[in-house]
């Protein structure tokens, strides 16, 4: 799996957009970028995935680099509930089968 | 969408007394389980993949006499913590796919704390 590097931490303000970063220079032609957030003591939750376009859901937006190289996470108007460690994990299709990893992930931290 | 739960949401057992976790999909089959824990302040680790009907493939370092994994349908996976110890307290998580499917759905996850 190619590397991602995230922020340790961020802060943002209830109501204001979040944008979380991820650095992926190693990434291949074939590789995902997904992002999972993980709310305290609970599971990891799916918001969403790319492979060359910008994504959008009901939940976020993924903005992705023309040359692949990092991507940003767009939470439009972060509540208090967003507060979460946000993880960036980076992966080919033909490895389906196999385990997500997880990194250290960033700590968002939404205040009011 | 795929819902997957585990049971109990917390356990907290003796020194040496073995604890079962479950990992059901509730509304899909699961070819493929993995269990995951999570220590305080760290990020999830990779215990062991297993596939409905086959012998777990543990990660490196993780005991597989110790942690007991059992896929014997497929909606069903059970972890056994057996003879726990304190350092064994930690936050288990399993996940499921579906075969031919990209998504992997997590549990809740289960709090073990042993005293």
């Known amino acids: 799996d190619a590397k991602t590097t995230q922020p340790t931490s961020m802060d943002c303000a209830e109501g204001r957009a979040a944008n979380l970063p991820c650095n992926h220079s190693?990434?291949?032609?074939?590789?995902?970028v997904y992002w999972y957030r993980q709310i305290h003591s609970q599971g990891p939750q799916y918001i969403i995935h790319g492979l060359k376009n910008n994504e959008t859901n009901e939940m976020a937006s993924l903005i992705i680099t023309e040359d692949r190289k990092s991507s940003t996470l767009i939470l439009p108007h972060a509540t208090l509930r967003d507060t979460a460690v946000y993880y960036c994990?980076?992966?080919?299709?033909?490895?389906?089968?196999?385990?997500?990893?997880f990194g250290k992930g960033t700590t968002l931290s939404v205040s009011s | 969408g795929a819902v997957v739960s585990q049971h109990p949401s917390w356990v907290i057992c003796k020194s040496g007394t073995s604890v079962k976790i479950e990992c059901r999909s509730l509304d899909f089959q699961a070819t493929t389980m993995f269990w995951y824990r999570q220590f305080p302040k760290q990020s999830l680790m990779l215990m062991a993949t297993s596939n409905e009907g086959s012998k777990a493939t543990y990660e490196q370092g993780v005991e597989k006499d110790k942690f007991l994994i059992n896929h014997a349908s497929l909606t069903l996976s059970t972890l056994t913590v057996t003879s726990a110890h304190p350092e064994d307290s930690s936050f288990y998580i399993c996940?499921?796919?579906?075969?031919?499917?990209?998504?992997?759905?997590f549990g809740p996850g289960t709090r073990l704390t042993v005293t």
């Open positions: 994990i980076v992966r080919s299709s033909n490895q389906a089968g196999t385990a997500l990893i």
């Open positions: 190693t990434i291949s032609g074939n590789e995902y």
């Open positions: 996940s499921a796919r579906v075969s031919g499917d990209y998504e992997q759905y």
